[in-house]
């Protein structure tokens, strides 16, 4: 099991940018599946974008494709989401998640449920102004 601390969120203006973080510790970090989720006020948990646990594939949520990026670096035990052009509808906060690939097997295809990931931060907040 990991434990997950998100930052980097804040207030901004539409078309700004944000990074987010998510610094990781326990160990295993590097054998997680990673995602990103996002909730509004009075809405469901939504995914966001994942990451493999090696970093070479991701896939995004048709409302961020084009303008969010997900990245991590293993020898840091982090997880970043570069969000750009950001729209007041991408106000929420976000949270950080993960799973074990020992859960889900070595073949990495994108999980979108919530259900599907077995760790989770606190939550960062991000409020875009328009």
């Known amino acids: 099991q990991v434990q997950l601390v998100e930052s980097g969120g804040g207030l901004v203006q539409a078309g700004d940018s944000l990074r987010l973080s998510c610094a990781a510790s326990?160990?295993?970090?590097?054998?997680?599946?990673m995602a990103w989720f996002r909730q509004a006020p009075g809405k469901e948990r939504e995914f966001v974008s994942t990451?493999?646990?090696?970093?070479?594939?991701?896939y995004y949520a048709d409302s961020v494709k084009g303008r969010f990026t997900i990245s991590r670096d293993n020898a840091k035990n982090t997880v970043f989401l570069q969000m750009n052009s950001l729209k007041s509808e991408d106000t929420a906060a976000y949270y950080c998640?993960?799973?074990?690939?020992?859960?889900?097997?070595?073949?990495?295809?994108?999980?979108?449920?919530?259900?599907?990931?077995?760790?989770w931060g606190q939550g960062t907040q991000v409020t875009v102004s328009s």
């Open positions: 326990g160990r295993g970090f590097s054998n997680y599946n």
């Open positions: 990451i493999a646990w090696t970093g070479s594939s991701t």
């Open positions: 998640a993960g799973v074990d690939r020992q859960y889900t097997g070595n073949y990495f295809y994108p999980r979108t449920r919530k259900g599907d990931y077995t760790d």
